[in-house]
């Protein structure tokens, strides 16, 4: 299956092997590298020994190749990618806070979100769920 992940802006593709590679910075301004697992779901970060993203902390992120912010204005605490996987655009968003783990997939047919902590951000994606609990 193949699967790429690309910058918002630029399009560059952000995927390397089987890691993102995306640059970082907290409001304290400690900024650097890490590697995100590009399997959806899975939440392993990797970094230089001398960068540590701080868990619970917010973080800001940038596309490496053209420095765009990647976090989405319109959605708090959410980084928006692009991803095509067999030929399927989709939207994909994780959140920039260190240690949350949530993955939502966003396309023509679906909304599909993944970890623990999905909860806290369904409403942006799903406020029909809301209205559909007042119908059963
Ligand atoms: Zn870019």
């Known amino acids: 299956m193949e699967r790429n992940i690309y910058c918002t802006v630029c399009r560059s593709q952000l995927r ?50 053209c420095h765009t912010v990647l976090n989405d204005k319109e959605k708090p605490h959410l980084v928006k990618l692009f991803m095509e996987e067999d030929g399927r655009s989709t939207v994909i968003y994780f959140s920039s806070i260190a240690g949350e783990k949530v993955t939502i997939m966003v396309n023509d047919r679906e909304v599909k979100e993944l970890g623990p902590d999905q909860a806290r951000y369904q409403r942006y994606f799903d406020l029909q769920e809301e209205y559909r609990k007042y119908l059963h």
């Open 16 to 65: 390397i092997g089987e890691y993102l590679v995306l640059s970082l910075k907290n409001r304290w301004n400690d900024k650097g590298l890490v590697l995100l697992n590009a399997e959806p779901g899975n939440y392993s970060v990797t970094t230089h020994s001398s960068f540590t993203v701080k868990e619970g902390e917010d973080y800001t992120f940038y596309c490496p190749v």
